[in-house]
């Protein structure tokens, strides 16, 4: 697979999975989380990082379009490969355009079917606690977690 072929296949993965596209990136929220992504690619090797950013709504009001990087709670999406779960997709060594479909639709249904809420938020962070080095004070106070 080359690097236009990857773009290409994980756009249109995204907008059916409805997600909406604005500039180089992707959203889906509801009235009080927004999930945004944004592709990163690495400099040094050929591979890319699909960014999460997982933004309260309430704590940042007049962020219409956020990026990534503008996330109260931070990830990447993740691939398995070579028996391992990592997080740069290495566009080159990969050859089954499904296995990529199936591993970026496991990864929007991680992030989004279960953390578009606050309480699915704090679940996550309960679940997860080694996320909470993801996640921004301010989000760790308005979710109770930290004083």
Request: glycine share 6%.
């Amino acid at each position: 697979m080359d690097n236009k072929e990857f773009r290409q296949t994980i756009d249109k993965c995204l907008l059916q999975n409805e997600f909406k596209k604005s500039g180089k990136y992707y959203y889906k929220g509801t009235d009080e989380v927004i999930c945004s992504l944004g592709l990163q690619r690495s400099s040094y090797s050929d591979c890319y990082y699909i960014n999460v950013g997982l933004i309260i709504r309430a704590l940042n009001p007049d962020l219409g379009y956020p990026r990534d990087v503008d996330g109260d709670i931070r990830g990447r999406f993740s691939i398995e490969a070579n028996g391992k779960k990592v997080d740069c997709f290495v566009v080159d060594e990969i050859h089954d355009t499904e296995v990529l479909i199936n591993s970026i639709e496991k990864n929007i249904s991680y992030w989004t079917s279960s953390t578009l809420t606050i309480k699915a938020l704090k679940k996550l962070l309960d679940d997860e606690p080694i996320r909470l080095f993801q996640t921004r004070l301010l989000a760790k106070k308005y979710l109770g977690i930290e004083e």
